[in-house]
Nanobody
């Protein structure tokens, strides 16, 4: 049974940092494309970042590029999203997702991922 468990969310002031973690069980992070998405109240779920299977190439949404860094710990079977210079508009529930087979153009689409975590709340105060 696949489980993705996010942790590390919380309340932080603008300009601060948080580190989100996604612990995977029932699948291996090196053989899955591991994505992060977020959803703010009243908005659609949006792509944040992805790290590709095997090669571990990372891609980011323009809105977080240069501020967020996605990494993978193969030994712990986890992925981590380091978020710096946080802004109030980063406030959302952040979800970890996994999918073994994705074409490049599918990686930013939430409907292409089969496995999801329960989400962790990130709130950035101004």
């Amino acid at each position: 049974q696949v489980q993705l468990v996010e942790s590390g969310g919380g309340l932080v002031q603008a300009g601060g940092s948080l580190r989100l973690s996604c612990a995977a069980s029932g699948l291996t992070v090196t053989t899955n494309n591991m994505g992060w998405f977020r959803q703010a109240p009243g908005k659609e779920r949006e792509f944040v970042a992805v790290i590709t299977r095997t090669a571990g190439t990372t891609y980011y949404a323009d809105s977080v590029k240069g501020r967020f860094t996605l990494s993978r710990d193969n030994a712990k079977n986890t992925v981590a999203l380091q978020m710096n210079s946080l802004k109030p508009e980063d406030t959302a529930i952040y979800y970890c997702a996994a999918e073994p087979t994705l074409r490049f153009w599918e990686m930013r689409r939430s409907d292409r991922y089969d496995y999801w975590g329960q989400g962790t709340q990130v709130t950035v105060s101004s």
